[in-house]
């Protein structure tokens, strides 16, 4: 095939592609020849979840599909995110790009929580602690990258589904470290109120608030002066005594119900024994 016919099928598959229509995109797939341009077919209709279905049919080996996936989380396209975590196999949900980072990575520097919480979900049943897995190149998880970044809601959704929200980088600084370097005071907050620990330290003995009193960040610094690693409130510990109090008292109600009801069959049965006297004494 000549490069001019090859960069005619090239455009034609494109433009079936993005034009929709799924019955040409089906024939020109059936004739062959389209193996190099699937990825850039696919990449250019995210949106549309049914003709990304009918290409990666076509995909031979798992090679493409890990690009496809990270274009997809990068691109916010929902619905074919979801699509293809449930077809893809485990190698291609785990995979690195080039760099080190993991698909859990990448949607966590987007901060896109709707993006973010399919793959989440993916890697924890995979196993819980891939929710943690460290790039391989900077070493951080993805709940570091998020609070790099900034995502106080991407922080949350993490912390939601139970990553660490103290593991280190490998040089000691947590994500409470990164917040406060930054000075992300929603992303410091978010931590805090997930149970981050203040007063953790880098291997130098650097906490968190030092970060941001060093960087200049004071409104970050007030909420870190004398925060504490979170405790169950009051509210709580009252909650708690309640449904414990709660229970005594149904335990307590159910006895009296048992007394009761021994007193109630000792009645009758006197009652019974009374109206048997009084038939007698006519």
Not at 56 to 69: A, N, R, S, Y
Request: charged letters at 25%.
């Amino acid at each position: 095939m000549s490069d001019s016919t090859a960069a005619v099928e090239r455009e034609g598959l494109l433009a079936a592609a993005q034009s929709g229509d799924l019955l040409k995109v089906h024939r020109l797939l059936c004739a062959g020849g389209y193996d190099g341009t699937l990825k850039e077919a696919i990449e250019a209709t995210l949106d549309n979840v049914e003709m990304v279905v009918l290409l990666m049919d076509h995909v031979k080996g798992g090679g493409v599909w890990p690009d496809v996936l990270r274009a997809a989380s990068r691109a916010g396209a929902v619905p074919t995110l979801e699509m293809l975590l449930q077809l893809a196999e485990d190698a291609n949900v785990t995979a690195r790009d080039p760099a080190g980072w993991s698909l859990l990575h990448i949607a966590a520097m987007g901060g896109d929580v709707a993006t973010l919480q399919p793959i989440a979900t993916r890697f924890k049943r995979l196993s819980t602690t891939l929710i943690d897995l460290t790039a391989q190149k900077h070493k951080v998880s993805p709940l570091w990258v998020a609070a790099s970044c900034g995502g106080a809601e991407a922080v949350a959704a993490l912390a939601d589904a139970k990553a660490d929200v103290d593991l280190a980088a490998c040089d000691g600084s947590t994500p409470l470290h990164v917040a406060a370097l930054k000075g992300h005071q929603s992303v410091v907050a978010t931590l805090l109120a997930a149970g981050a620990n203040p007063e953790q330290a880098t291997a130098k003995g650097t906490l968190p608030l030092h970060v941001a009193l060093k960087k200049g960040h004071r409104e970050t610094a007030k909420a870190l002066v004398g925060a504490k690693r979170k405790r169950p409130s009051e509210e709580e510990a009252e909650a708690g005594e309640q449904v414990k109090e709660g229970a005594e008292g149904v335990q307590s109600l159910l006895v009296e119900i048992e007394g009761l009801r021994g007193s109630a069959e000792g009645f009758n049965a006197e009652l019974r024994r009374a109206h048997k006297r009084a038939g007698r004494g006519k």
